[in-house]
């Protein structure tokens, strides 16, 4: 029998599990938004009551590695996403690029897929992963804008991300690329598990603005796996 005194004292000295569980979201919450980003790191956080996680936005150009499941969001209409995952050290990461490269030219910028996949395997390994038991999931790529398929923007960067990731000897152990929709990814970085959502193809703004943004760069060239949840 637990006398009355000590059920008050326990009742005291304990928040009820829900309270601890929020306070707990509350603390990581607080503790990811005080974090200084690196050049290129994504550092828009916030709670997203759907999926009940801390989560973090990844823009054009951004990328972001973590070890724990705090949630890793982007949305894409011809760009491409790629999820690493080391499944031994369980760390993983999300960059997003616009175009495969800088026409030709070096750039630090990870607007373009040359650099973006080199900065996610980079910061990757710095945090503990081998390249030796990385793989990829990759989503983008799509033409979301009618009229706009001459230049391929999406064929070209999914080409080129499926290209790299041979070169790299990275598997792709799933993918949901092309096609004519805009995409949301999500994707927990400890678990490894990814999750995409297919948008209906009604150009909002904030992808018609990123196409044109990439469609001004890119100049037309004359022609010559694994599982993935939906939410």
Not at 58 to 71: A, I, K
């Amino acid at each position: 029998m637990i006398s009355t005194s000590s059920v008050g004292a326990s009742r005291a000295g304990s928040a009820p599990p829900v309270m601890g569980l929020q306070a707990g979201r509350t603390e990581r919450l607080a503790r990811l938004k005080s974090r200084i980003a690196k050049p290129g790191e994504a550092s828009f956080f916030f709670y997203d009551a759907h999926f009940q996680s801390e989560a973090v936005k990844v823009l054009p150009g951004e990328y972001f590695v973590f070890n724990e499941d705090v949630l890793i969001m982007t949305t894409l209409g011809s760009c491409i996403a790629v999820c690493l995952w080391d499944r031994q050290a369980k760390i993983g990461g999300m960059n997003h690029f616009m175009l495969p490269d800088n026409g030709g030219g070096a750039s630090d910028s990870g607007r373009y897929g040359s650099y973006a996949m080199e900065l996610l395997i980079n910061e990757m390994m710095k945090m503990g992963a081998s390249r030796m038991t990385m793989e990829a999931k990759v989503f983008g790529g799509g033409a979301v804008i009618s009229g706009m398929n001459t230049i391929n923007v999406g064929e070209r960067n999914t080409a080129f991300v499926m290209d790299y990731l041979k070169t790299e000897r990275i598997p792709v152990v799933s993918k949901d690329v092309l096609d004519i929709y805009p995409r949301k990814v999500c994707f927990l970085p400890h678990s490894g598990k990814a999750m995409v959502k297919r948008l209906a193809p009604s150009n909002p703004d904030a992808i018609v603005q990123q196409e044109r943004v990439a469609a001004q760069k890119v100049v037309p060239v004359a022609s010559s796996g694994g599982s993935i949840d939906l939410f």
